[in-house]
């Protein structure tokens, strides 16, 4: 039983430092990292990090189209009314948007320029917000991981020795 515990507690531990070293090297590379983090201020606090905008539906593909994605996502693709620029919406349930309309109030975060649906279900803030926090989790838990794993190492040599 204890060998169970030790290899899944392993398992965990790699998988989570893995996915940590994954995720920070790709935030530092893309200058995105601490995005979760002030993206999910923006949403909290919309009135003061947000701006509201109209985007005039193009389009909406399926996610599912593009090599290696999972199934059920949906990107809406647009014009925004005041500025005329093109924006990307990832949704992940197609019952987060109403077909017939053509036309989306959105945020835009004054903080990352990324949009979200403003009057969109509670599920879209809530899948949003869980995304943040993964996303912040995975990202401060490297250094603890590092510093655990480490000091595993070290107890391992020195009964090695």
Same mark, same amino acid.
């Given at each position: 039983?204890?060998?169970?515990?030790?290899?899944?507690?392993?398992?965990?531990?790699?998988?989570?430092?893995?996915?940590?070293?994954?995720?920070?090297?790709? /935030?530092?590379?893309?200058?995105?990292?601490?995005?979760?983090? @002030?993206?999910?201020?923006?949403?909290?606090?919309?009135?003061?990090?947000? %701006?509201?905008?109209?985007?005039?539906?193009?389009?909406?593909?399926?996610?599912?189209?593009?090599?290696?994605?999972?199934? /059920? $996502?949906?990107?809406?693709?647009?014009?925004?009314?005041?500025? *005329?620029?093109?924006?990307?919406?990832?949704?992940?349930?197609?019952?987060?948007?109403?077909?017939? $309309?053509?036309?989306?109030?959105?945020?835009?975060?004054?903080? +990352?320029?990324?949009?979200?649906? $403003? %009057?969109?279900?509670? /599920?879209?803030? +809530?899948?949003?917000?869980?995304?943040?926090?993964?996303?912040?989790? @995975?990202?401060? *838990?490297?250094?603890?991981? @590092?510093? @655990?794993?480490?000091?595993?190492?070290?107890?391992?040599?020195?009964?090695?020795?």
């Amino acid at each position: 039983m204890k060998n169970i515990f030790i290899i899944v507690a392993f398992f965990l531990l790699f998988s989570n430092l893995i996915s940590s070293v994954g995720i920070t090297i790709w /935030g530092i590379v893309l200058n995105n990292y601490c995005d979760d983090y @002030l993206n999910y201020k923006s949403l909290k606090y919309p009135s003061r990090y947000m %701006d509201v905008d109209t985007l005039v539906f193009k389009k909406l593909q399926n996610y599912t189209n593009l090599e290696n994605s999972p199934p /059920g $996502k949906f990107i809406l693709h647009g014009n925004l009314k005041n500025t *005329s620029e093109l924006v990307k919406i990832v949704i992940i349930r197609e019952e987060y948007i109403d077909k017939t $309309k053509d036309k989306y109030a959105v945020y835009k975060s004054k903080l +990352t320029r990324d949009y979200f649906l $403003k %009057d969109a279900p509670s /599920g879209y803030y +809530t899948r949003q917000n869980r995304s943040f926090f993964l996303g912040m989790y @995975l990202k401060l *838990s490297l250094l603890p991981i @590092l510093i @655990l794993v480490g000091y595993l190492f070290m107890e391992y040599k020195k009964m090695k020795i």
